[in-house]
């Protein structure tokens, strides 16, 4: 894969988890995705079809095209929040969260 296409997915992977995690609801912390129902919020893989929130770090696993695009934006954003995106997840609020994604847009853009 070439640099300038690994650089058109990390944006694109940025993108898509600013969009995926701007809804309050779509966000959650200490797993990388939960299935939340009325009965249920249990862990789950991001990718999992009953996901209905998502970590900073799984939010980026969800939407990135491979595991190497969505390892690079993970980069990048460590980079924003000077933190490990996990730690920062877990303790920042939504807002943090989301100001952290619009750092990172806004360097790799």
């Not at 809804?23 to 209905?52: G, I, K, M, Q, Y």
């Not at 491979?66 to 000077?82: F, G, K, M, Q």
Request: proline share 5%; aromatic share 6%; hydrophobic share 45%.
């Amino acid at each position: 894969m070439t640099t300038a296409r690994l650089d058109a997915d990390v944006l694109r992977t940025l993108r898509k988890a600013r969009e995926l995690l701007a809804d309050p609801a779509r966000w959650t912390r200490n797993a990388l995705a939960r299935a939340v129902t009325p009965e249920h919020n249990l862990s789950c893989s991001p990718r999992d079809p009953t996901a209905t929130c998502w970590c900073l770090r799984g939010a980026l696993h969800k939407v990135a095209p491979d595991r190497d695009a969505a390892w690079r934006a993970e980069y990048y954003l460590e980079v924003a929040a000077a933190a490990d995106i996990a730690s920062f997840n877990d303790t920042a609020t939504h807002a943090q969260v989301l100001a952290v994604l619009d750092e990172a847009l806004h360097a790799r853009a």
